[in-house]
């Protein structure tokens, strides 16, 4: 065990887990939600719907508020108007206007430059404003919807201008959106940057994959069931896939993307979460130190194969059509360079050095402007070691699977052999089915609606931990720095699945993608 595996715990303990708690309502304690950034797409499309379906689930405080801090000139009222636009077209829950009224009481704005000493003196003042007048407590959360270079002077704005400071009995947060880094090393200077004033347990990093119920449901399928663990291990798994496909391509988001690429953007976090989700062993409670350590254990067992050119695939985008759209391909969006070497799809084979997972590949594959957008885990089996049947009689069973359907669709699938009707033995495969439409009335809540009410509650099991940022570095960095030397990434038809070499990837092995 590395030294990293084995820091004490810190934070609170997951109320969900004590059987005390689990009764009570998971309801925010008196709090400000601080936004920087808030003029920024993530804030509109998710952040402030996310709020209003907290609000209107009965789940924030009645004096709860929400600061907006951007370089616009806008009043309290502005600020409002655009609150107002954003929940009205992206919120989940129907629009109420009473849970809106009480809601829009609690909104200020401030604003000013990340780097103007006056807007955060203004910050400060609206802050201390809120204690006495909605009750906040001297509870705030600084949220970072900013690019991460201006991280460092944001929290050296808010230490400098007392805003990091937790006084008696108050607390203070800071939750930050990925990238979290470029690399190992860039990650461990924003690390130092954002824990040189904020402890550790006050910073929520955002994987917004672990907010998602079916991610979650990943746990309760293997932790609170006694029929998929026994089969959970190299004995009966053949190979795991996990992809997240996209049927999107950058659309606005150039100036993030470019240079980005997919592997850094969802591989380094949302697929690497996924994995360890899918591959750790049993936590000793679902509390953050515990669930953590397991996730750490998985992700510094992972192995790349020696051979990264046999065993990892990239491509970017080309021209073609996208539901039923003609679309353009990635070097002739707005704002990409015209040589850019970016990929838009990457796919890698990894390995999980520990006895329960030796010999059995992972393979993970992101992409944008594939045929569909879907995101699954796909555990694939073993063929039964001997079949009393003749070849004919089996020549359409495949391999036996057990399918997370993350999104859309949410749900699980099972994929086995059943006999076809008729005269005749003949076996074909077939899918067994749980929908979470069909089997609950309650609609999942958004990931956003989750994380931040954990943020507000001070509860750390969805955010991953800093050594777990590094660990997904350590992975990534030797495929990315391979990528870099290899020129341009291949080519692939939009609306596709992706280019040739990541299907020769998998060809070598002896195995396909599935086509979701
Ligand atoms: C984000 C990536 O983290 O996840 C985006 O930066 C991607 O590139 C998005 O489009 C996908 O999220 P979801 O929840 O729609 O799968």
Redesign the pocket.
């Known amino acids: 065990m590395t030294a990293e595996l084995e820091e004490e715990p810190t934070g609170p303990v997951n109320p969900l887990r004590d059987p005390q708690d689990r009764r009570l309502p998971r309801i925010a304690g008196p709090s400000s939600l601080v936004i920087f950034g808030v003029t920024g797409d993530l804030a509109r499309k998710k952040l402030m719907p996310a709020i209003y379906d907290l609000a209107n689930r009965g789940l924030l405080p009645p004096g709860f508020a929400l600061v907006g801090f951007a370089r616009r000139d806008f009043s309290n009222q502005d600020f409002a108007q655009i609150v107002h636009d954003s929940v009205k077209e992206h919120a989940r829950t129907p629009f109420r206007e009473e849970v809106w009224q009480q809601l829009a009481e609690g909104f200020r704005f401030v604003p000013g430059d990340l780097t103007d000493d006056e807007a955060f003196k203004k910050l400060r003042e609206t802050v201390d404003e809120l204690d006495v007048n909605r009750g906040t407590g001297g509870n705030h959360a600084f949220y970072l919807s900013i690019p991460p270079s201006l991280f460092p002077k944001v929290v050296e704005k808010l230490k400098q201008h007392g805003l990091a400071d937790e006084v008696a009995g108050s607390w203070r947060r800071v939750v930050i959106e990925?990238p979290f880094g470029h690399d190992l090393k860039s990650a461990r200077e924003l690390n130092h940057v954002v824990e040189s004033v904020f402890p550790p347990e006050a910073v929520f990093r955002i994987d917004?994959?672990l907010g998602?119920e079916t991610v979650q449901n990943m746990l309760a399928l293997r932790f609170a069931n006694a029929m998929f663990e026994p089969v959970w291990n190299s004995h009966y798994v053949d190979h795991v896939q996990i992809t997240?496909a996209?049927d999107?391509g950058i659309g606005g988001?150039a100036g993030y993307?470019d240079g980005i690429g997919a592997a850094r953007?969802?591989i380094q976090?949302?697929l690497l979460q996924l994995l360890a989700l899918v591959a750790m062993e049993e936590p000793v409670s679902f509390d953050a130190w515990s669930l953590r350590q397991e996730k750490k254990k998985v992700l510094a067992a992972v192995k790349l194969p020696d051979r990264l050119d046999l065993h990892t695939a990239r491509g970017q985008y080309a021209a073609g059509w996208a539901g039923g759209t003609k679309v353009k391909g990635y070097l002739q969006e707005d704002g990409i360079p015209q040589h850019s070497a970016t990929e838009t799809f990457a796919a890698m084979r990894v390995d999980v050095d520990t006895r329960r997972w030796a010999g059995v590949p992972f393979y993970l594959r992101t992409g944008k402007r594939l045929g569909r957008r879907v995101?699954e885990v796909a555990v694939m089996f073993k063929r039964a070691p001997h079949l009393p049947f003749t070849a004919t009689e089996t020549e359409e069973l495949g391999q036996n699977a057990l399918v997370m359907r993350i999104?859309p669709d949410e749900g699980i699938t099972m994929r086995f052999g059943a006999k076809v009707p008729g005269t005749m033995m003949e076996i074909r495969d077939v899918n067994m089915d749980f929908a979470y439409g069909g089997s609950f009335t309650e609609s999942s809540p958004e990931?956003y609606e989750r994380l931040i009410l954990d943020v507000l509650l001070g509860d750390p099991p969805l955010f991953p931990q800093h050594t777990e940022v590094e660990l997904g570095w350590k992975i990534l960095d030797p495929v990315i720095n391979f990528w870099a030397e290899q020129g341009q990434p291949e080519q692939y038809d939009s609306g596709g699945w992706g280019p040739d070499s990541a299907h020769e990837m998998l060809a070598r092995d002896g195995r396909a993608w599935r086509r979701p």
Do not use: F, L
């Open positions: 990925k917004h994959y998602k997240m996209e999107i988001r993307y953007d969802v976090n949302h995101t999104q990931a």
